[in-house]
């Protein structure tokens, strides 16, 4: 079994969230120890399937439409379509919807569809879009939104996903759920925002490499997208849910499972180090060590990838106990009696 602990790892210099925690010490007690780089490429994903950085480079878009069990047209183009609050400013919804809000949405999206543009139904405020033409487009990600008319599309019949735009302000705007929300304080939801565009490209298919189709759990579009191209299976999504809420003690030893976990990527970004170290703690003692007792006992093999940036750490727990007087923190990043390979060489050895 593989797990991917992303975002766990700081720098050296850094408080680290797993030195005093109990189970990953005694993990590296019993383990091998690997020190990984992680190489900078458009679908860092693709590393996590065992591709080397230079397969499996989908955009957004793409990947978004084949994690909805798409498969459109080849001649076609693909976007990301997020949900935005468009007011003052443009930005992400500050409230989830709730269900009887998502119902309308849904019926909405359906409503927007036209001959050439086909809206793909996902969660809360991400959905796919399939727009049936080829050219050349620029669009704009909403975290870069400069203001409205200077982020529209622009490039081939980029007329058609304007109007798709307006249409959707003019449809979600005078919504009695946005009236309500905007009544109590709450962003409204009253944008459909198309972006991350891309061709599907062909990707490996890893089932047939491995003779084994292996099943990922993770909370993320991009890599459902990937591992459904790639010929392996995906869970459903957000399975073992995220944040503070992240059930670590729902996630059962499986030999065929490759878990992806990354609670504390936002947290780090906006630097709720108290809610980073009591996730720490959990993932610690409800997965790490419940884990490890369960390999002990029936001489099973355990592999976790610890990840901080560009760089992380393999452990390998196998039916044999190691002895490593190395912890297993960021104090190993950079010891070089700790042998050293890229993080995809590293998936590619525990897939095979």
Not at 303 to 320: D, E, Y
Request: glycine share 8%; net charge negative; with cysteine.
């Amino acid at each position: 079994m593989l797990i991917i602990l992303d975002g766990i790892l700081g720098s050296p210099e850094s408080d680290s969230l797993i030195r005093r925690v109990e189970g990953f010490q005694r993990l590296g007690e019993v383990s091998t120890l690997c020190r990984l780089t992680v190489p900078e490429c458009e679908t860092p994903e693709a590393m996590w399937l065992g591709l080397a950085p230079e397969e499996g480079q989908l955009r957004q878009g793409p990947l978004t439409v084949s994690a909805l069990g798409w498969d459109p047209p080849e001649r076609s183009l693909h976007f990301h379509l997020s949900l935005l609050s468009c007011g003052e400013s443009i930005k992400a919804p500050n409230e989830l919807l709730s269900p009887e809000e998502f119902a309308v949405i849904k019926s909405k999206l359906d409503v927007l569809k036209t001959k050439k543009l086909t809206t793909l139904v996902g969660q809360q405020f991400d959905h796919g879009l399939v727009w049936e033409r080829m050219g050349e487009l620029r669009t704009c990600d909403p975290s870069e939104i400069i203001s409205f008319d200077a982020s529209l599309p622009e490039g081939d019949c980029d007329a058609e996903l304007r109007r798709f735009i307006d249409d959707s302000v003019n449809i979600l705007h005078e919504e009695e759920f946005n009236l309500r929300r905007i009544d109590k304080g709450i962003d409204p939801v009253n944008l459909a925002w198309p972006w991350g565009h891309g061709y599907r490209l062909p990707v490996t298919n890893l089932a047939l490499r491995y003779g084994f189709p292996y099943r990922y759990e993770s909370s993320s579009f991009r890599l459902a997208g990937l591992v459904r191209l790639a010929g392996f299976r995906h869970g459903e999504m957000g399975r073992f849910k995220s944040g503070l809420q992240t059930e670590f003690q729902a996630i059962q030893y499986d030999p065929g499972t490759i878990v992806h976990l990354d609670p504390w990527l936002k947290m780090r970004e906006r630097e709720e180090f108290e809610e980073m170290e009591y996730i720490a703690d959990k993932c610690g003692a409800n997965l790490v060590g419940r884990l490890l007792d369960h390999v002990l006992e029936n001489r099973l093999e355990l592999r976790l990838i610890l990840l901080g940036g560009a760089r992380g750490l393999g452990t390998t727990f196998s039916a044999i106990p190691s002895s490593s007087a190395l912890p297993l923190d960021e104090r190993s990043l950079f010891e070089t009696r700790i042998p050293g390979e890229q993080l995809h060489e590293f998936v590619r050895r525990a897939l095979a």
